[in-house]
C-alpha cells in the first residue's frame, strides 16, 4: 500500500486489498512480511521497540492482519487467533461465574460443545434457545447472546438489529458469528452486534490451507478484556498463518461473488429433482429469514444445505458419489466440499436441541464451473435410484 492512502474510507474491494498497513519501510515490500522472530530487541529495559518484545504478546505480521480485518468489519479492535474456537473461547471468558449465556439453536456444534462441555462446566449457565423467542428468554443473570447467522448448517437466518435491540435492553453483550456471511456479504457490527467473530479458516483463508480465528469489536472495554486473554491463554496465530490469512482476504470479494453466483445455480438443480425434499438457502422466498437476509446481507451466501426423500442411506450414499464435491469437513474454500453434518461436523449435537437431520446434505459451493458442479450433482442425485 502506497504510503499516505488512509483504506478506511474507501470501498470494501479497496479495503480488501490494501488494508493490511504501508508497504515494509525497510525494504519496499508490499506484502507485509513473515515476522518468523519470537522475541524483539528492546531499546532499553521497559522500552520495546515499535511496542514489540515478545511475540505471543504481538507481532508484527499479526498486528497487520488484525488491523486489516477490523477495517473490513467496520470495528475499531481486532484480534487474531490460532482457530475459530480460540477466538470463541476468549469471548465466553468474558463471562463470570453464574451468567447465563443464552446460545442460538442451531449454532454449530463445536461452539455448542465449547459453551456447554467447557464453559457450564466451569459455572456459565448456558441455555439454547430458538431465536423467535428470545423476547421472552432474556431474563434474569443473561450476559450475552450468541448468535449465528446464517445458521450451521440449517441455514436460518436471524434479525441481527432486533435481537440486540433486545439483548441490549436486557443489559447482554451480543455475540454473531459472521463466519458464512463474511463482511463482504453482512456487517454485523453495524447492526447492534457487540462482538463478531469468525473462523478464518473458512472464507476469510478461502484457500483450505490455514487455521485461525477473530474476534471484532468496538468497544474499548471488552478490547481489552480479550487482549488480555489473547496474551494470558496464547491461543495466537503464527506468523505464517496470518500471512496466510491475509493473502486469502484480499481476494474475498471476488471469491464470495463467485460462490454466491455458483451457489443460485445449485440451488436451482436441487429444487428440480425429485430426489430432494427440501432446499434450505436464504435466496429462496420460503426459506427461514429470506426476507431479512434481503435486508442485512448483500448476497445469499456459498452454503447450501438439503434433505434427501429416502432419509439417511440416501444422505449417505450421496456423500460417497459425487466426483467434484469432495467428501470434507470444513467449508468456503476455492474447492467445493460435500458433507453429512449428522456424522460429521454435528455429531457432538446428537441427542440435543441442536440435532442435524440424519437426512441433511451440506455443501459448500466452490469456485469451479458451475455447469460442472451442476452436472456432478445431478449425476449422483440420479445414481440414487441404482442400487
Not at 456447554?116 to 434457545?129: K, Q, Y
Request: net charge negative; charged share 20%; with cysteine.
Amino acid at each position: 500500500m502506497s504510503a499516505g492512502l488512509d483504506p478506511s474510507g474507501t470501498g470494501f474491494e479497496t479495503r480488501a486489498v490494501r488494508g493490511g498497513g504501508v508497504s515494509d519501510p525497510a525494504t519496499g515490500a508490499v506484502n507485509t512480511p513473515v515476522y518468523l522472530s519470537s522475541t524483539f530487541e528492546q531499546d532499553g529495559v521497559g522500552s520495546p521497540r515499535q511496542g514489540y518484545e515478545y511475540a505471543r504478546t504481538n507481532n508484527p505480521s499479526r498486528a497487520s492482519l488484525e488491523q486489516h480485518l477490523g477495517l473490513l468489519e467496520g470495528a475499531r479492535f481486532s484480534l487474531a487467533f490460532a482457530s475459530g474456537l480460540a477466538a470463541e473461547d476468549a469471548v465466553m471468558r468474558l463471562l463470570e461465574h453464574g451468567e447465563r449465556l443464552v446460545l442460538q439453536t442451531d449454532s454449530y456444534g463445536g461452539t455448542c460443545r465449547l459453551a456447554v462441555r467447557v464453559h457450564g462446566r466451569a459455572g456459565i449457565l448456558v441455555e439454547a434457545v430458538d431465536p423467535a423467542a428470545l423476547a421472552s428468554d432474556l431474563t434474569g443473570r443473561v450476559r450475552m447472546v450468541w448468535l449465528e447467522t446464517p445458521t450451521n448448517p440449517r441455514l436460518r437466518v436471524v434479525d441481527i438489529a432486533a435481537v440486540a435491540e433486545l439483548a441490549h435492553r436486557a443489559g447482554a453483550v451480543v455475540v454473531v458469528d459472521n463466519t458464512f456471511a463474511t463482511p463482504y456479504l453482512q456487517r454485523p457490527l453495524e447492526l447492534g452486534a457487540d462482538v463478531v467473530v469468525h473462523s478464518s479458516t473458512k472464507y476469510l483463508g478461502g484457500h483450505s490451507d490455514v487455521v485461525g480465528g477473530v474476534a471484532a469489536t468496538n468497544d474499548p472495554g471488552i478490547a481489552e478484556r480479550l487482549r488480555f486473554l489473547q496474551n494470558a491463554a496464547g491461543a495466537v496465530p503464527s506468523p505464517f498463518d496470518c500471512f496466510l490469512v491475509q493473502r486469502g482476504v484480499k481476494t474475498l470479494p471476488l471469491r464470495m461473488q463467485r460462490h454466491c453466483d455458483n451457489a443460485l445455480a445449485v440451488v436451482e438443480l436441487l429444487r428440480a429433482h425429485d430426489a430432494v425434499e427440501e432446499v434450505r438457502h436464504p435466496s429462496l422466498a420460503g426459506h427461514p429469514g429470506h426476507d431479512v437476509a434481503r435486508r442485512q446481507m448483500r448476497g445469499f451466501g456459498g452454503m447450501v444445505s438439503f434433505t434427501l426423500a429416502a432419509g439417511e442411506p440416501a444422505a449417505l450414499a450421496l456423500c460417497a458419489r459425487t466426483r467434484l464435491f469432495i467428501l470434507a469437513e470444513s467449508l468456503g474454500a476455492v474447492e467445493s466440499l460435500i458433507e453429512h453434518p449428522a456424522r460429521m461436523t454435528h455429531a457432538s449435537t446428537s441427542g440435543t436441541s441442536n440435532e442435524v437431520p440424519a437426512n441433511l446434505v451440506r455443501l459448500s459451493v466452490g469456485l469451479e464451473s458451475a455447469d460442472d458442479l451442476v452436472a456432478d450433482l445431478r449425476q449422483a442425485l440420479d445414481s440414487l435410484g441404482s442400487p
